[in-house]
């Protein structure tokens, strides 16, 4: 799509959603892109939970802007990455995981399970959403309806990837830590990577990239939570053998995530 294209979209887009939330009505088309695609993005960030109430045009019309925004910002194949000396299973990547073609990418989810409602808010969680696309908060208030309850801490639950390179999203709750870090919070943490491999063996994934988790504003230690991901991945890994699962990759964004990792694996 020309950028003139994207921005007829996202006018497209931003006057559906306006419709829907009326109350946002006095915001003035943009007539550069990212601006457009801000307002945009905004309004998704809040848009309350519903399952495709929106015109089939808008999800058409979504799919193109995203997608080719994600285009060109320049998409990583998983079978370039180089796998760490000291384990070929494992893969250490520093980038952004929406751009990131796979089987599967993890998003580190708060308990309701819809993402984040901050508008333009950095959080892995909102910039997961986003370029998914609002069918990805659809889905997830659809599974979390049926659930009936607020996802435990460590748990998981997988949703496709829809606009996303990636073919799934499995969102999992890491623990919050306040005060101290106590055992319980390692355990909850470990689960999170546990339960997020068992999940993407059970759909076949032969791959998966994890962020993080709750190393943003669940204060997590950024250290000690990349030593308990790299020795539950391990541990997992050698736990099963026969698993489709060959490649795991450690996503970091962080110049320091990076480096912490690096003394892990490299």
């Not at 969102?171 to 909850?188: M, W």
């Given at each position: 799509m020309t950028n003139f294209e994207k921005i007829e979209a996202l006018h497209y887009l931003i006057q559906c959603l306006i419709e829907e939330m009326p109350q946002y009505g006095g915001y003035t088309l943009p007539t550069d892109l990212q601006p457009a695609f801000d307002l945009y993005r905004a309004l998704c960030n809040v848009r309350?939970?519903?399952?495709?109430?929106?015109?089939?045009?808008?999800?058409?019309?979504?799919?193109?802007?995203?997608?080719?925004?994600?285009?060109?910002?320049?998409?990583?194949?998983?079978?370039?990455?180089l796998p760490t000396p000291l384990d070929p299973r494992l893969i250490l990547w520093q980038g952004d995981i929406t751009t990131l073609r796979i089987d599967?990418?993890?998003?580190?989810a708060n308990a309701q399970m819809l993402g984040c409602?901050?508008?333009?808010?950095?959080?892995?969680?909102?910039?997961?959403?986003?370029?998914?696309?609002?069918?990805?908060?659809?889905?997830?208030?659809?599974?979390?309806?049926?659930?009936?309850q607020e996802e435990p801490t460590g748990q998981a639950k997988i949703t496709p990837g829809y606009n996303l390179p990636a073919k799934y999203v499995?969102?999992?709750?890491?623990?919050?830590?306040?005060?101290?870090?106590?055992?319980?919070?390692?355990?909850?943490l470990s689960s999170c990577y546990w339960n997020s491999l068992d999940l993407a063996?059970?759909?076949?994934?032969?791959?998966?990239?994890?962020?993080?988790?709750?190393?943003?504003?669940?204060?997590?230690?950024?250290?000690?939570a990349a030593k308990i991901a790299v020795k539950t991945v391990k541990e997992w890994l050698d736990a099963h053998p026969?698993?489709?699962?060959?490649?795991?990759?450690?996503?970091v964004f962080k110049d320091r995530d990076k480096e912490i990792y690096s003394q892990l694996l490299l």
């Open positions: 309350m939970p519903a399952t495709h109430t929106l015109p089939d045009r808008f999800y058409k019309e979504q799919a193109e802007v995203l997608k080719s925004m994600t285009e060109e910002k320049g998409i990583t194949e998983v079978s370039n990455l599967a990418i993890v998003n580190a409602f901050s508008p333009l808010h950095g959080c892995i969680d909102n910039i997961i959403h986003t370029m998914a696309g609002v069918e990805l908060r659809e889905k997830c208030y659809q599974i979390m309806e049926a659930q009936g499995i969102h999992t709750v890491g623990p919050i830590v306040s005060n101290r870090l106590t055992k319980k919070d390692k355990k909850l063996a059970e759909h076949g994934c032969e791959n998966i990239a994890f962020c993080c988790i709750s190393t943003g504003v669940f204060m997590f230690p950024q250290d000690k026969e698993t489709t699962i060959h490649q795991v990759v450690f996503n």
